[in-house]
């Protein structure tokens, strides 16, 4: 698993130095004894460097499940509440989407800070005199980090500007917007270019670094986005040969700290508990404000939580009861017990814990170890039932539609759903991975807004199950009709860069 050691955040003073998006940050004097000059002339230097890149993921504006996961992918499709009335969040549930929003700003300045750490590393790691397979390795790391930074940017913005290398107080800071289609292509050229030297896993000191299989992934996911169907197959269906990965039989099991890195788990952002970065405050935002302290520890938020309308989704038996295990695994309601620390949700359930009657559990195992303030749950940001998702759409869209159910099987078996007949037609099967995406993956970075988005969904799926559709007043929000719906670009971003022009329908 991924460390720090204090060297090794000692020698990240120098790649913080060189990672700046402005003038001013670039001009100020390392503090350190380490320089440019003298940094990047060993192995631990590289791999200092590219730990700087991996640790953009644990920001909440990376990769996180706070930022995108949360605020932005189900909040704006509307299965989760967002319980503190913080303005910026409120922004995105409403659908009103300023270029002002601080969620996405911090996103998108996020991405390119990730972006710029690995442009050293790109650039600086193959001039070392160093093994060369220690060299490609790193290199392919940081291309297939440079890959899901710019999969993020696109996914939400389209066409950004591309920067491929590193920038100095002597460059040319204003940039302007490349096409989707040529982000696109960078995305699929980083992830392609990484496979070629990627591992299919690591040993036990390394576990959680990136593997070949996380940047197969994602060029399925980058492949559905252009309704490249065969690519979305070819490179789904490598993952699906490999023996490292498969569901669990138990879907807790995914969630559970103790079991982190496990086989389900293709690509993650790795924490630990600590009172510092490297722990995440994901059961304090997931466990109930106000709980008693033995079972959320030292602080308890409860700022999203899942909407009533989603829970009455899951399928029941012939008495009413939800008969999905998910549910039973990772959900809580009024009168129901945690499914291992022994809390019983009150009855009523008090307004500070949920406003909705329901709390996810899937991040809130037990307070976090040893009441640490932050907790070491490695929150997924691809799995292996999204890949079998993944490859059912694709597979459904290239006429193999009973092939595609089969793969849906497998995810309702775990769930302790019946099979769906192999015999449904093309319609009716993409509606079934649409719900399988809902159900499974609510609070992950799959399954909401962006998946709906780029299927040309997104409106059907909110005027069908949206409550507060009356109060949205979509037909006064033009970006809602574009296709794909794209976010706007930060007004902060075009003040340090002139020549950015606005997403259609939005003003800086």
């Known amino acids: ?28 004097q390392p503090r350190d004894t380490l320089t440019s000059d003298n940094f990047f002339k060993t192995e631990n230097d590289a791999q200092a460097a590219l730990i700087g890149v991996y640790n953009i993921l644990e920001r909440e504006t990376g990769f996180a499940n706070v930022r995108d996961a949360a605020d932005i992918e189900w909040s704006i499709s509307g299965d989760m509440e967002e319980e503190d009335g913080s303005a910026n969040r409120v922004e995105l549930q409403t659908l009103n989407f300023p270029a002002s929003n601080t969620i996405l700003r911090d996103v998108y300045e996020t991405a390119y800070l990730g972006i710029g750490r690995a442009n050293i590393v790109i650039a600086r790691v193959p001039k070392m005199t160093i093994p060369e397979n220690v060299r490609n390795v790193i290199v392919a790391q940081a291309k297939f980090l440079r890959g899901i930074f710019y999969y993020r940017l696109v996914n939400y913005w389209g ?52 593997t070949r299989a996380a940047a197969w992934g994602f060029l399925a996911k980058a492949a559905l986005w252009r309704s490249k169907w065969d690519v979305a197959i070819r490179f789904s269906d490598s993952i699906l040969k490999m023996p490292q990965h498969h569901l669990l039989p138990v879907f807790r099991d995914v969630f559970r700290e103790k079991n982190e890195n496990n086989a389900e788990v293709i690509f993650s952002t790795q924490f630990r508990p600590d009172r510092s970065s490297q722990g995440n405050n994901l059961v304090k935002r997931t466990a109930p404000r106000g709980a008693p302290s033995q079972y959320v520890g030292d602080g308890s938020w409860s700022n999203f939580v899942p909407q009533k309308h989603w829970v009455n989704a899951y399928e029941k038996d012939a008495n009413g009861k939800i008969k999905d295990k998910r549910y039973w695994q990772t959900i809580i309601g009024p009168g129901e017990q945690h499914q291992d620390n022994g809390f019983v949700m009150p009855v009523p359930v008090p307004a500070g814990y949920s406003s909705t009657g329901y709390i996810m559990t899937k991040y ?35 006429a193999r539609t009973s092939e595609a159910l089969q ?51 997104f409106l059907d799926f909110i005027k069908k199950n949206r409550k507060d559709i009356a109060t949205l007043e979509i037909e006064k929000k ?13 007004r902060a971003a075009w003040e340090r860069n002139k020549k950015l022009t606005q997403n259609p329908h939005y003003t800086f």
């Open 159 to 210: 066409g950004v500007p591309i920067v491929l290398e590193e920038l100095d107080a002597s460059s040319d800071l204003e940039i302007p917007r490349a096409t989707a289609e040529e982000v696109w292509a960078q995305v699929d050229k980083d992830l392609l270019e990484a496979t070629a030297y990627l591992p299919l896993e690591w040993d036990a000191k390394n576990k959680g670094r990136i």
């Open 1 to 28: 698993m991924i460390r720090f050691s204090m060297t090794m955040v000692r020698m990240l003073c120098i790649t913080l130095l060189l990672t700046g998006c402005t003038k001013d940050f670039l001009t100020l």
């Open 478 to 490: 033009p970006w809602l009709t574009a296709n794909p719906i794209l976010l706007p670009i930060p």
């Open 364 to 398: 809130w195992e037990f307070p976090p170890k040893d009441n640490l303030p932050n907790a070491g749950i490695n929150p997924p940001g691809l799995r292996y039932a999204e890949v079998l998702l993944n490859y059912a759409e694709a597979l459904n869209e290239s």
């Open 407 to 457: 793969q849906v099987n497998r995810i309702r078996v775990r769930a302790g759903l019946d099979e769906l007949p192999l015999t449904l037609d093309k319609n009716a099967t993409l509606d079934a991975i649409f719900y399988e995406r809902r159900m499974e993956f609510i609070w992950e970075p799959a399954g909401a807004f962006s998946d709906l988005n780029r299927r040309g969904r």
